[in-house]
């Protein structure tokens, strides 16, 4: 089949949403966590992270600030603390929900039946039920005026994961910990690993 | 296990590098299509690749430009195009073998077998063996100063993807493409999927 661009154009927004989310792969799944300056804490359910760099430790992500989302920035903005919470198997469902329209003092963890946990006396509460996650400090946000998002950049420092997920290379083994990915706008997948590859070197021929 | 950013920051480079890449999550799994202006083609594996806004069709990745990937980054300035190409579970190991470093008028295509085909008079080379590829119009750059990489920003035009992938509301199901996702730097993954969730509203309860 061969979508023209015009094709596209004159999808449904609905449609459209649906189809063009599909078009880049498989989407991590990641609850952030903040709170405001008064203590209200908030989760959101992102599916834009994405590894920036390794060294300084950077995460990068996707937000539409006028979208539910929008408390999650906010909190960003005014503390600069945020915690990344990789989505498993168990709470897959209770994730997705806290993407539904919450007022700013309804709390996603009470609505949808995550444990708030705060590790380490930082700030931002973690979701208890995760088996990876991390707190980030905010570095800077980039508007992309090409469609009104925000790309947010944060440095990575204390992790905590579940013992066992770690091999001795550094390499976590995400699917033990049941982490899902998402295509699309809602749909959730677990994973089977076909192999992990060696470092490619030119002249060894594909293998 | 908790590791705080002391222990992180002793990691050796290559430890350190298979650790934070497996934070985000699974990742895309793209293979970039280019050519220079003397028709020279090119093919990378990237798995920054993100989805960035429906309307305008607007797609995102990060690259680092003096990297294996130095010259998709230099064909996409001087020529303005470029494919996406979703990797498939037949075409993973080949796909992975572009990652190794090759001069410019070695063609990744002749040397991981894999086979450039042109569609629709675009300017860049598909990959035959893609179930689901796209070409893109290069619309931006921006550097980011915090480690510099760059994140390139593209707007897709035409979508050629297997029959019956697309269901009736837009969704495309990349596990019935075999659509594979990368964990840390290595590692591939075919997919189950759990269920797609229904659209989340407030006062649903959790589900």
Chains 1, 2 share one sequence.
Request: hydrophobic content about 35%.
């Amino acid at each position: 089949m061969h979508y023209t661009q015009a094709h596209i154009g004159a999808l449904d927004t609905r449609t459209r949403a649906h189809f063009i989310n599909s078009l880049s792969g498989f989407k991590s799944a990641n609850l952030i966590g903040t709170q405001d300056d008064q203590g209200h804490t908030n989760l959101a359910i992102v599916s834009s992270v994405f590894h920036l760099g390794a060294n300084p430790p950077l995460v990068g992500m996707i937000i539409r600030p006028h979208s539910v989302a929008r408390h999650t920035f906010e909190n960003i903005l005014k503390t600069g603390f945020y915690t990344i919470n990789q989505v498993n198997q168990s709470i897959y469902s209770q994730a997705h929900q806290t993407s539904a329209r919450y007022d700013r003092d309804e709390s996603e963890f009470a609505a949808t039946g995550l444990t708030a946990e705060y590790l380490s006396d930082f700030h931002a509460p973690f979701v208890k039920q995760s088996r990876l996650k991390y707190s980030v400090k905010f570095v800077e946000h980039q508007h992309l005026a090409v469609n009104g998002t925000e790309l947010v950049i944060g440095e990575i420092s204390d992790i905590y994961v579940d013992d066992n997920a770690v091999e001795d290379d550094g390499f976590i083994d995400l699917q033990a910990l049941d982490t899902v990915a998402i295509t699309g706008l809602d749909s959730y997948h677990i994973t089977t690993k076909l192999a992990r590859l060696p470092y490619a070197k030119n002249n060894t021929g594909y293998f």
